[in-house]
């Protein structure tokens, strides 16, 4: 056995225990744990991992980082700290943790002292639940929107508890539709309760169904089915979010209670038109076809029209008008006035909620394109202490052009623990981080992911371009320089590019310049 901290691993039984708590591992998770603590005394190269864990499978970049961070969170470590698990960039992973191997006899004699306290009181255990899509029970496919759109306002409910770590909802409706055992998605999410539901919506009224389950076990810990008008869908989420709290987070004092409150819109069409336009907008994000960035702008400037008071429209609202500023949609791609806009809609939003993280990260989105880097990271930051579990990816695209790549992949690494399953443009903000540090090879695996998922998003193109090309992958660059073209055939280095580089330090936009030339782009 082996003891470190507070923690005891048995290889034998293939179980980890904080004190006398068994922590719930997956077996990779376990089978790289033990790798790298009897391989503790060197540097394990990622390469013998793969080897070890995967006996030489193919594994994406993303999969082996998202083990080696269930790892970490699994014994009280994390991608800040790295207290135990250190990264050493472009060689591998070490354990550095003290560690003392025993025999069971005197394993059992550790004291509950010196093997620690039991999760819930940990700093790792912060209770984690994941909200599954609710399924949409009303007979109606176009209903799909408002019971993804109830889950959904529940995560961000919830995850305005400090004490709770919410899993974010790009991850957890990963499973939507899926026949999957409660326990394997609370072992492959690292969530100990998750809560799913169904929603029935007709003849003016609104059936929503919650349970809420212990995924160590498969236990169902509480249900409730509430049956109301429709314009009463709000009383519905905060009498979920209530019995949730009331049942795994008792120890919320009653302000962080009435904080986690999101402020209702005034009519129940505006929100309706809201949750439309935030389904259209998740379909733009993967497709990047201009019928769905329209769409979702319809959608959110109708919920305003009725409800000029929706801090959380006018902030989506934004990210529509930025998106159309970043990619060559029309007329508005790097056109003064659309960036205008959606700076003055993200200061809206945070004017009418200022505690609203969705509305700082958006302003702070577009301050990061107007040039105003420290304050753009201020807006992040705040976005983050208001909302512990809040996940917004851009941040770290925020970061890469404050010249501040390697906190970017600091941020990427905490993320990835609330958000396993990331959007493929994650992918690809990650894979420039490490451009920006040269580390090219790093670079390759996510931006290759991005430009799989996300074949028309122009971005995730020119990033694997310019890597490619720095790594002297000639013709590799020359094909994905092509498909930038192919979406846009009007970019050019000088008219395309540069608008975009808004780079806090010019040493950093000659880098980013000099790859996109050696990857063959037209100057």
Request: net charge neutral; hydrophobic share 40%; with cysteine.
């Amino acid at each position: 056995m082996y003891h470190f901290e507070s923690c005891v691993l048995d290889p034998q039984r293939r179980e980890l225990r904080h004190g006398t708590t068994l922590v719930q591992v997956e077996p990779q998770v376990l089978d790289l744990l033990l790798f790298l603590i009897r391989n503790r005394d060197r540097v394990v190269s990622k390469d013998e991992l793969l080897e070890a864990v995967w006996h030489g499978r193919i594994v994406s970049e993303s999969t082996l980082f998202n083990r080696i961070n269930a790892a970490r969170s699994a014994v009280g470590d994390d991608g800040n700290e790295q207290r135990l698990i250190k990264t050493l960039p472009r060689k591998g992973l070490r354990f550095i943790g003290e560690v003392r191997e025993m025999h069971a006899a005197e394993a059992l004699q550790v004291s509950p002292t010196e093997a620690g306290s039991s999760p819930a009181t940990g700093n790792l255990e912060r209770v984690t639940i994941a909200v599954l899509p609710f399924a949409n029970q009303s007979g109606d496919a176009s209903q799909e929107y408002l019971s993804d759109g109830i889950a959904g306002d529940i995560i961000t409910a919830l995850s305005r508890f400090s004490e709770l770590v919410v899993i974010s909802r790009n991850s957890s409706f990963t499973y939507k539709g899926k026949a999957i055992d409660i326990r394997i998605i609370g072992q492959q999410l690292g969530a100990r309760y998750a809560l799913e539901g169904t929603v029935a919506h007709g003849g003016g009224r609104i059936r929503v169904s919650a349970q809420l389950i212990d995924t160590s076990t498969g236990a169902n810990l509480w249900a409730e089915r509430f049956d109301r008008k429709f314009e009463d869908v709000f009383e519905v989420q905060d009498d979920v979010v209530r019995m949730i709290v009331a049942i795994i987070a008792v120890q919320l004092n009653k302000a962080e209670v009435e904080r986690a409150h999101i402020k209702p819109p005034t009519t129940w069409q505006a929100y309706d038109f809201y949750l439309q336009g935030a389904a259209a907008y998740a379909a733009w994000l993967s497709t990047y076809l201009p019928a769905q960035l329209y769409a979702a702008r319809r959608c959110f400037e109708q919920s305003i029209a009725l409800d000029p008071s929706l801090a959380r429209a006018h902030s989506q609202l934004s990210r529509t008008f930025l998106s159309a500023w970043i990619n060559p949609v029309d007329d508005d791609h790097l056109r003064h006035a659309a960036l205008d806009r959606a700076y003055d809609l993200a200061r809206r939003a945070v004017q009418l909620d200022p505690n609203l993280p969705q509305a700082r990260a958006s302003l702070g989105y577009v301050l990061t394109y107007q040039g105003q880097h420290d304050e753009a990271l201020a807006q992040f930051n705040r976005a983050t202490e208001t909302n512990p579990s809040f996940t917004d990816w851009t941040s770290i695209l925020a970061h890469v052009f404050a010249g501040e790549s390697l906190r970017a992949l600091e941020i990427g690494h905490a993320l990835a623990r609330l958000d396993p399953f990331s959007p493929a443009v994650a992918h690809g903000f990650i894979g420039f981080a490490h451009y920006m540090l040269k580390q090219y090879e790093a670079a390759l695996a996510p931006l290759r992911d991005c430009v799989r998922r996300a074949p028309n998003f122009r971005g995730g193109h020119f990033w694997l371009a310019a890597t490619s090309a720095q790594l002297g992958m000639t013709e590799n660059a020359r094909a994905e320089a092509a498909e930038v073209l192919r979406i846009d055939p009007g970019y050019t280095i000088n008219r395309s590019a540069k608008p975009l580089a808004m780079f806090k330090k010019p040493s950093d936009t000659e880098h980013w310049m000099d790859g996109l030339r050696k990857a063959g782009l037209p100057e």
